[in-house]
């Protein structure tokens, strides 16, 4: 009932900067935060930021302070993660991802893979 589609990975040299865009559409009232989560080879998932709908709530991973910022545009039912600064460790396939009534990650997007060379 809720599409979750992530689009803007590409390949960037470290140092570099990208932006990602998570566009959702079906029962989005449904959904109270939205997030970015991030997987690489060899590894756990791993939480990278979240934002409320409503509100101006944020957290961010440990990994990412200060180099990445999650933002919202509601009328668009979009979210955004920039990236800066980004390092060879940020290699990964990132994913959007919607928290529902029930306090979990249970809506999904497929992933966009986002590389860094070093």
């Known amino acids: 009932q809720v599409k979750l589609e992530e689009s803007g990975g590409g390949l960037v040299q470290a140092g570099g900067s990208l932006t990602l865009s998570c566009a959702a559409s079906?029962?989005?009232?449904?959904?109270?935060?939205m997030g970015w989560f991030r997987q690489a080879p060899g590894k756990e998932r791993e939480f990278v930021a979240e934002i409320s709908w409503t509100g101006g709530q944020i957290y961010y991973g440990d990994s990412v302070k200060g180099r990445f910022t999650i933002s919202r545009d509601n009328a668009k039912n979009t979210v955004y993660l920039r990236m800066n600064n980004l390092k060879f460790e940020d290699t990964a396939v990132y994913y959007c991802a919607g928290q529902g009534l029930g306090q979990r990650w249970d809506h999904w997007g497929q992933g966009t893979q986002v590389t860094v060379s070093s």
């Open positions: 079906g029962r989005t009232f449904t959904i109270t935060y």
